[in-house]
Antibody, heavy 126, light 108 residues
Framework: EVQLVESGGGLVKPGGSLRLSCEASGFTFSDYNMNWVRQAPGKGLEWVSYIRSSSSYRYYADSVKGRFTISRDNARNSLYLQMNSLRAEDTAVYFC???????????????????WGQGTLVTVSS | QSVLTQPPSVSGAPGQRVTISCTGSSSNIGAGYDVHWYQQLPGTAPKLLIYGNNNRPSGIPDRFSGSKSGTSASLAITGLQAEDEGDYYCQSYDTSYIFGGGTKLTVL
């Protein structure tokens, strides 16, 4: 069974930093591209960042570019999001997602997120 | 404001059919990018419902179907059930990954 478990959320002051982690299990982590998606309280979904399976490509939403860094450790089956210079508008539940089509071939543009973690809440407030 | 426009809410009685639209433009859906749909039940993480415009993941009942035409896509739910109540989001691509603003489905 595919499992994604996020951790590292919490309360942080504006301007502060936080590092989120996502531990993957139940699949060959190194074969899959991964994303971070966030959801502000009572709001919709917002894509945050993408990383290729080999870490060769990384993309960011304009709202976090220059402040957030996505990374992964395939040996540890883990995805990370380093968040610096945090702002009140970064307050959200952060989900890590696996790109895929349920284990089969996936040739869409973009590929869907077929697995989601339960999310970790980040609150930026003084 | 989302690049993909969804109605804020839709409703229907049990057993009825509802549709949720996702309207984009020539730079996203109209450019040929695929559309995916996610269901988010209250208090839970989103779940993939439809991928690649009209494909259902394993375990998703055939009451759910998707379509795409021109610059828009639609999600149809037939035989509405109380457990379908929740939020639905479309996703595609423009200059980056994009989501619709979400539609709250209420089962009357």
């Amino acid at each position: 069974e595919v499992q994604l478990v996020e951790s590292g959320g919490g309360l942080v002051k504006p301007g502060g930093s936080l590092r989120l982690s996502c531990e993957a299990s139940g699949f060959t982590f190194s074969d899959y591209n991964m994303n971070w998606v966030r959801q502000a309280p009572g709001k919709g979904l917002e894509w945050v960042s993408y990383i290729r399976s080999s870490s060769s490509y990384r993309y960011y939403a304009d709202s976090v570019k220059g402040r957030f860094t996505i990374s992964r450790d395939n040996a540890r089956n883990s995805l990370y999001l380093q968040m610096n210079s945090l702002r009140a508008e970064d307050t959200a539940v952060y989900f890590c997602t696996r790109e895929g089509c349920g284990g089969g071939d996936c040739y869409f543009n973009p590929d869907p997120s077929d697995s989601w973690g339960q999310g970790t809440l980040v609150t930026v407030s003084s | 404001q989302s690049v993909l426009t969804q109605p804020p809410s839709v409703s229907g009685a049990p057993g009825q059919r509802v549709t949720i639209s996702c309207t984009g433009s020539s730079s996203n859906i109209g450019a040929g990018y695929d559309v995916h749909w996610y269901q988010q039940l209250p208090g839970t993480a989103p779940k993939l419902l439809i991928y690649g415009n009209n494909n259902r993941p394993s375990g998703i009942p055939d009451r759910f179907s998707g379509s795409k035409s021109g610059t828009s896509a639609s999600l149809a739910i037939t035989g509405l059930q109380a457990e379908d109540e929740g939020d639905y989001y479309c996703q595609s691509y423009d200059t980056s990954y994009i989501f619709g603003g979400g539609t709250k489905l209420t089962v009357l």
